[in-house]
């Protein structure tokens, strides 16, 4: 299998004013782009292994060949990140969520407020680079933050919601200010793609 950048389903200029076109066009293009090209070059010559989906590469790391591992969790990780990311944000999106997932929210965390509050400390306090996560974790809603480019799903946990907190994702609207982009990270929620993986990972 040879990885590709999915498309954008929507334009480059589409989430402003909460991200910029610039971000989102060198951030899908070029840095998306360089783990997927990366992933591929590792893969080459493991033909037992290329014809696995990233999902069954990331679930079972320690199947990978050593010589190659950390090149597939570091760069099939961004590749699988940032495809997720994409599809978590959306334009006139936002607000709060509804249906199951809601319910879940509320029962698990303790409502959207509670939910808010520890979704954006997560991203705060991730020291470094790394990813503020929901997911779903024996039945039940969690929140998560990741370092670099690793993912919930090699902790046999399923991601529903994730948010980038690599400098690259925000440092040319918001410079240092982390706090302010992962506030106007929640106008960008694409909550029917979140209500549907929830779902899936519910089956």
Do not use: C
């Not at 959207?112 to 509050?117: G, N, S």
């Not at 370092?147 to 980038?164: C, F, M, T």
């Amino acid at each position: 299998m040879v990885f590709e950048v999915p498309k954008l389903r929507y334009d480059y200029n589409a989430l402003e004013p909460y991200i910029d076109e610039k971000t989102m066009r060198i951030h899908h293009d070029k840095h998306h782009a360089a783990y997927v090209d990366k992933l591929n070059s590792a893969l080459e010559g493991n033909a037992e292994f290329r014809h696995k989906t990233i999902e069954a590469l990331l679930t079972d790391l320690n199947a990978v060949p050593e010589a190659i591992r950390a090149a597939v969790r570091n760069h099939g990780g961004g590749h699988y990140n940032h495809t997720l990311f994409w599809e978590m944000m959306a334009p006139k999106a936002g607000g709060k969520p509804s249906g199951e997932v809601a319910l879940a929210i509320e029962k698990d965390l303790g409502g959207f407020d509670a939910f808010k509050e520890k979704f954006k400390n997560s991203g705060l306090n991730q020291f470094g680079s790394g990813w503020a996560w929901l997911v779903v974790s024996k039945g039940k809603l969690e929140v998560i933050s990741t370092p670099n480019q690793d993912n919930p799903i090699s902790q046999g946990k399923v991601p529903i919601l994730g948010v980038d907190v690599w400098e690259h994702a925000y440092y040319l609207k918001y410079q240092n200010k982390r706090a302010e982009y992962l506030d106007q990270f929640f106008n960008v929620i694409n909550w029917k793609n979140v209500e549907e993986l929830y779902l899936k990972a519910k089956m």
